[in-house]
């Protein structure tokens, strides 16, 4: 079945880095666009980057422009964000998610805090 794993969530004072990590597994993932979303309690669900198969395409929301990078290794099944200069209002829980055959798969999201 598919799953997506995401790691590399913490705390970090504002302006710091972090970068993310999403294991896929149960589908052929070069095949597919893979986006990251976040959350925070109480607020829609919002998505922040996506990569296309073969890296082809990539968008950001605006917000996340310039400091935020999307990329992707199909060898590993993964895709990564890098974070820099993150900030208080970036603090979120942090998804992964692909569709595949007509259905959303997310992963179980993994904690971003930007904190001083």
């Known amino acids: 079945q598919v799953q997506l794993v995401e790691s590399g969530g913490g705390l970090v004072q504002p302006g710091g880095s972090l970068r993310l990590s999403c294991v896929g597994s149960g589908f052929t993932f070069s095949k597919f666009t893979m986006w990251w979303y976040r959350q925070v309690p109480e607020k829609e669900r919002e998505w922040v980057a996506?990569?296309?198969?073969?890296?082809?395409?990539?968008n950001y929301r605006d917000s996340v422009k310039g400091r935020f990078t999307i990329s992707r290794d199909d060898a590993k099944n993964t895709t990564y964000l890098q974070m820099n200069n993150l900030q208080p209002e970036d603090t979120a829980t942090y998804y992964c998610?692909?569709?595949?055959?007509?259905?959303?798969?997310w992963g179980q999201g993994t904690q971003v805090t930007a904190s001083s």
């Open positions: 998610s692909a569709f595949i055959g007509g259905d959303k798969y």
């Open positions: 996506l990569i296309g198969p073969d890296s082809g395409y990539k």
